[in-house]
Nanobody, 119 residues
Framework: QVRVVESGGGLVQAGGSLRLSCAAS????????MGWYRQAPGKQRELVAT???????NYADAVKGRFTISRDNAKNTMYLQMNSLKPEDTAVYYC?????????????WGQGTQVTVSS
């Protein structure tokens, strides 16, 4: 299996920046893609950005041009650089890794890290 652990959340003023990290461990070779999701109070979890092992990225419209997803394969770590933060970006951010291991698909989730943007 694959285990992912997020870090880097915190409190920031609107217009500020934060960088989230997601460290993966375990059967790293089996990962197909990794991504960031977020869940605000009273709302469903939503996609923020994803990145494949080949480096292809995908972003939610709400974060395009402000957030950048990247991964350092040597460190087994994925990042989310968040710039020009807005109060509506406030949420718990979750790291996800999906892949196939011994013929079975899996989804691994982290425990989440809180991002709070004050106005």
């Amino acid at each position: 299996q694959v285990r992912v652990v997020e870090s880097g959340g915190g409190l920031v003023q609107a217009g500020g920046s934060l960088r989230l990290s997601c460290a993966a461990s375990g059967s790293i070779f089996s990962i197909n893609a990794m991504g960031w999701y977020r869940q605000a109070p009273g709302k469903q979890r939503e996609l923020v950005a994803t990145i494949t092992t080949g480096g292809r990225t995908n972003y939610a419209d709400a974060v395009k041009g402000r957030f950048t997803i990247s991964r350092d394969n040597a460190k087994n770590t994925m990042y989310l650089q968040m710039n020009s933060l807005k109060p509506e970006d406030t949420a718990v951010y979750y790291c996800n890794a999906d892949g196939v291991l011994v013929g079975l698909k899996y989804d691994s989730w982290g425990q989440g890290t809180q991002v709070t943007v004050s106005s």
